[in-house]
């Protein structure tokens, strides 16, 4: 079995010396089994089961509280399940750590290096906890920090100190990286920076486990998906197939009429080509298989109940309406209010 | 073979140290201000030929009498600028004319300095008017050093110090650490978790060696403190003084998450050792009643163990309860940090 994951291994940027068994990555790098913590009367992780096989980009996806950090972090052995199963690489926490550590690659959400250090310090003192990686300056020029080497952290932008966290996770030349929520609070062009060093971990053959709370970070990187809310799994599968199971085609949203005049949502609902609706603040937003027949139905619905139109949106389905379809309400509504 | 590049311990503690280093205000706080301090309680309070001390006369001929007093000042003023002087502190005692060829004199009787004046200034006077000794007398001044008090003050800030520099510097970067995330960062790797802490042992040791330097150096060049005991018994006395502080350091941030709550709980434990410890003064002034609980503080033992190494020039025999004391803060303060200790 171990012989078939030796494709994984095989890296673009780094090369090992000597390739021991012992690095080979069995065909399911993680598996996570009925995972429960709870905090004080805070169900964090309430039963969750998912699998990340070797080699993909496997994206755990949910709105801020959702338990994904802390399904992350026990992964990651920093935090004690109160039931369940982990495997990571074949091994268990409890028993096997050390040798567990040595071979993830780890970026914590929110760490701040010590802002005294220049880059190269701080990568130097990371690769000395590692038996093996590639030469400190390497991983330095790998995410592109080449020219601030002799840089303090403290001098370093957003974007920057969070390319340096990626290169402390590099050292060890991990099998396996965990980067949780890796983008938060960078601007669209660090952002896009991280993308594609991500990408070509990915294209490396490294199997990347990663959290996020953007759904175009998951439908752009992730191979397979899973949607967190509320401590659980509410779906999982490739981002394609999660679209197409829950929104066939497209998403309509519309806000129309007043108090004094509402839209009976009920006629919406049997127009032709609609396969659901919901309201939501006042907005009517409905997945559409056919657009052509919807959109002029529901004008002609609208008119025919004398109901004036404010506002319509029309847009191709994604990973946010999968999470609007089955937590019933928006990904960042908790930002928005 | 292994280079230092490769070593976790040696990395770690390389991390101490830069931080330390590239922090302007510690080093002032750890190297300068001692030194500081010292230099000026010693110009403050150092050793003269005794001041002569001011007082007023009202008459020319009283003060013709008083100045026959070498330790007087005497000045020759109206009554009206003769009291205000007195009333300011320019002046320790006035003397004025009283009934039927009496001597007056006016001063507070509570500052020490007017009581000397009132014996030193009627001397004087009964002398001019013709009153012998009876008794002759002689003699002989103690200004040699260990006795002064910069003798006393040395070891106390010496002391003072090592209990500052250890407790602070390992309680802020703990918890620094800690509410930045960078500790439970270090943990996600494969490092050693007792590296961690031991290289806050190991840099807090090596600064040491310059930390004591400096103030001992100082004290000795510029005020001929003397080091009367061995310098291998002093050192002894710093490295253990240090460890226990640093022991205590590490159980103060063993829980705190923010910088607000590991200084009040710096401030509380250090607050009543910079007191009662004998710092700037005996710890004997205080009531007898606390003198156990006092002498118990690890403080205390390591102040009045470098007293007596430094001034009494007194060996590990005479200092085993001080070292007793020390070693026993060390052990159970660390031990308590050890199962206290939140690693994120």
Known sequence: ??????????????????????????????????????????????????EVRAGECFGLLGPNGAGKTT??????????????????????????????????????????????????????????????????????????????????????????????????ALVGDPAFLFLDEPTTGLDPQGRRQLWDLIEQFKAAGRTIFLTTHYMEEAERLCDRVAIMDHGKIIA????RALVASIAPGHVVEFS??????????????????????????????????ELHRAVPALL???????????????????????????AGRRLHDELRS | MVSVASRPLAQ???????????????????????????????????????????????????????????????????????????????????AEPGPGGTVVYRYDDANPEGRTARILADRAVQRAAGRADPVGTADVLMREPGSRYIDFLIPGLLGMNLMGSAIWGLGFAIVDARRKKLMKRLIATPMPRAYYLLSFVLSRLSLLVIEVGALVGFGALVFHVPLRGSLFVLSTLCVLGSLSFSALGLLIASRARTIEAVSGLMNLVMMPMWIVSGVFFSARRFPDAL?????????????????????????????????????GWLVISFALALKLFRWR
């Open chain 1, 236 to 239: 999982l599968g490739t981002p």
């Open chain 1, 300 to 326: 002609g619905e609208l008119s025919r109940q004398g109901v004036p139109l404010t506002e319509l949106r029309i847009h191709s389905a994604s990973l946010e309406d999968v999470f609007v379809t089955l």
């Open chain 1, 1 to 50: 079995m171990r012989g078939d994951a030796r494709p994984f291994l095989t890296l673009a940027s780094f090369s090992r010396d000597t390739p021991a068994v012992s690095d080979a990555v069995p065909q399911v790098a993680l598996r996570v089994r009925n995972l429960r913590k709870t905090y004080k009367d805070v169900v964090a992780v309430d039963g969750v089961d998912f």
């Open chain 2, 291 to 327: 003198q156990p609980v006092i002498s118990a503080l690890p403080l205390t033992a390591l102040i009045d163990a470098l007293r007596a190494n430094m001034l009494q020039g007194a060996s590990f025999p005479q200092l085993a309860r001080q070292l007793g004391i020390l070693a």
């Open chain 1, 71 to 168: 399904t992350v972090e026990i992964c990651e052995g920093l935090t004690a399940a109160d039931s369940g199963d982990v495997l990571v690489l074949d091994m268990r926490w409890d028993s096997a750590a050390g040798e567990i550590r040595q071979r993830l690659g780890i970026q914590l959400q929110e760490t701040q290096l010590s802002e005294k250090l220049t880059v190269m310090e701080t990568v130097v003192l990371f690769r000395s906890f590692f038996r093996q990686g590639p030469e400190a300056s390497a991983v330095i020029a790998q995410v592109q920090l080449g020219e601030k080497t002799r840089s303090r952290v403290g001098e370093l932008s957003g974007g920057q100190k969070q390319r340096l966290a990626l290169a402390c």
């Open chain 1, 256 to 289: 129309a009429g007043n108090p004094a005049n509402e839209v009976d949502v009920s006629a919406v609902r049997r127009l032709d080509g609609v396969s659901s609706v919901r309201t939501q603040d006042g907005s009517v937003s409905m997945n559409v298989t």
């Open chain 2, 12 to 94: 770690l503690t390389l991390m101490r140290f830069r931080e330390f280093l590239r922090e302007p205000e510690a080093l002032f706080w750890v190297f300068v201000f001692p030194v500081l301090l010292a230099a000026g309680l010693g110009v403050a309070f150092r050793n003269r030929p005794a001041d002569a001390i001011k007082i007023a006369a009202i008459t020319p001929e009283m003060a013709k009498s008083l100045r026959q007093e070498k330790l007087l000042d005497v000045q020759e003023l109206s009554m009206r600028t003769g009291e205000e002087a007195l009333r300011a502190g320019n002046v320790a005692l006035l």
